[in-house]
């Protein structure tokens, strides 16, 4: 099979790489995607639980409980069902086999982070056929097998794949969904099959999607792109008003069938609360800190919130250097008519993701999870664009055969996808701390979004040094109470109470002994005049590090420091920001 053979789903198919194509047999595209997927899923599940809870993730935990003890209820309701449904039966399944199986063998145990993540990992790596399959529908074998092994070796698309939150799972449904469209135009096109019957399955993948996430405005993107055909009288690919009633119907039912909770007065009332955002942080004002600087974190700020740069900084810094040239370079031929009518897919998959994601003023780095694909396909255009040219040049010398095509293509193909799959053992298992050269390297890991970058996760070996050493009835003072007391819990320790740093109430009944958790990432603008002050007044007793990494340093007050640190504070009208 040669690149050239393959019928895109495009009307106006690409000319970049319709000619001259490598040879690939089926065998090696199912082999090559078994690497990708395999080897993608052992980077993502490699020491699974290495990395404690982190406080969203606690809450998905909380969830499961709930469900195991009422049934189906409004429990962390500002989400839908989907991913707390399989996480469910996740968790259940990992205690069984721990009873069953692992009782008298501590290694064969399946800990409980391992279980809530598990489900995300298999959805994250099993990607890697999706993007391959939209990439070769748009534009051709090589661009699809490229993306795949782009995004199977990826630093943050591991990182993102290793926490219990919905972004990998929503995306894996986008993407689903984006298969079947494109196969009902190719459909439409070029054969005179039933194409209606892959808009029906595109729905249905898109009432997934809004029942593990609540993005509905992600349809848009579908609706854009088949819109865009429809002023050319040539147009085959045509649904009319009642098929695109029905496929609404569908989109609601497979929503209803994933997410019936949404049914329950408890979850409008959650979803009320959050979109009013008046949840987040419940005694913290919601902030981010950014590149040194905290910022507001509310959708609503827009512009006056977290910069709109954010995203694009993260691009510039994250993403391993090969993948950066290859989008440089694609991201021109996005504009030349060359690349065909498959660049408006990722124009608009683009578009609806980075306008709005730009100009929002909350921001969290696993949102990025969505458009990462897309990132990943754009960068895949520009390095098959590159073996194009080379084997071009060699076609000038009368070097022009499958085998130095496929042996151009093998090599290059080698290289793009080694750099990130090295960059990602180098970093192994803390993937989200991967910085590349052009952000000054591992040397600032965690600098530029450490709430994205350690989230929580050394609290718990945090919580280990304060069982072992906290004096009896202490309290820790964290910005992540809940979370904290669920690890002292868990190590025996129920006589010490965990409250909120950022709570006036509590820091009046601070006494020497209690604790003070300073972890990176949880820095707000309510706390943050105290930590600089702690700072200035104490040495932590312990700094707990994830890799080589600073993560969480533990305060233990006494008389000097507590009469240098609360009641100067106290006079104090504002922070210091």
Sequence with gaps: MTADQISTANINPTTYFREGGILVGRFAIVALLT????????????????????EDEWKKLESVEDYRAHGLTGANGEHPLFLKGILTISVV??????????????????????????PVTIFGASSAILIFLIGAELFGIEVGLIAAGLWAFDPSA??????????????????????FLLRSQRVAETTRGNYMKWMWLTAAAFGALMATKYMPHFLAIAAAYYFTFQALPTTKWRLGQKRWLIFL???GVSFLVFNPTILLPDTWRAIAAFVSE?????????????????????????????????????????????TIAGFLIGLVLMFRRQLGDGRYFLFWWCFFWFWPFT???????????????????????????????????LAKNGSDNIAVRNGVFAAVLLTATAIPLIDSIRVTPHYRLYTNILGGGMAEAGNYFPHDEFFDSRLGEAMKFVAANAVPDARVYSETA?????????????????VWLSDPSELAHMRPGDVVIDARGRRYISNNAFLKRLEEVSMPAEIVSLGEVPAVDIYVINEQSLKLLV???QSRDTPDL
């Excluded at 009873?99 to 993540?117: C, G, H, K, W």
């Excluded at 591991?158 to 926490?163: C, D, E, N, S, T």
């Excluded at 100009?359 to 969505?370: D, H, P, S, T």
């Excluded at 809940?482 to 965990?498: N, Q």
Aim: hydrophobic residues 50%.
């Design 359 to 393: 100009v929002l003023g909350g921001k969290f780095l696993r949102y990025f999870a969505f458009p990462l694909p897309a990132v990943m396909l754009i960068a895949a255009i520009g390095i098959a664009f590159v073996v194009r040219q080379v084997t071009y040049r």
């Design 249 to 251: 119907i569908i989109v």
């Design 567 to 569: 009641l100067p504070l």
């Design 278 to 322: 008046n949840r987040v942080g419940y005694k913290v004002e919601s902030s981010y800190e950014y590149m040194g600087v905290i910022y507001r974190n509310k959708l609503t700020l827009w512009l006056f919130g977290v910069p709109w740069h954010f995203y694009y900084v993260f691009m510039a810094v994250k993403l391993p250097l090969t």
């Design 35 to 54: 690497i990708f997927v395999i080897g993608g899923f052992w980077l993502r599940a490699v020491n699974l639980s290495d990395e404690s809870l982190g």
């Design 482 to 498: 809940k979370l904290t007391e669920y690890h002292l819990h868990r190590l025996g320790r129920d006589d010490i109470k965990s």
């Design 158 to 179: 591991i990182g993102f794949a290793r926490i219990a939150k919905e972004d990998v799972i929503m995306t894996f449904f986008f993407m689903l969904a984006s298969v």
């Design 93 to 118: 399944v990992a205690e069984r086999w721990n009873s069953a199986f692992a009782q008298n063998n501590e290694s064969l145990q399946i800990p409980v982070e391992t279980a809530l993540r598990l």
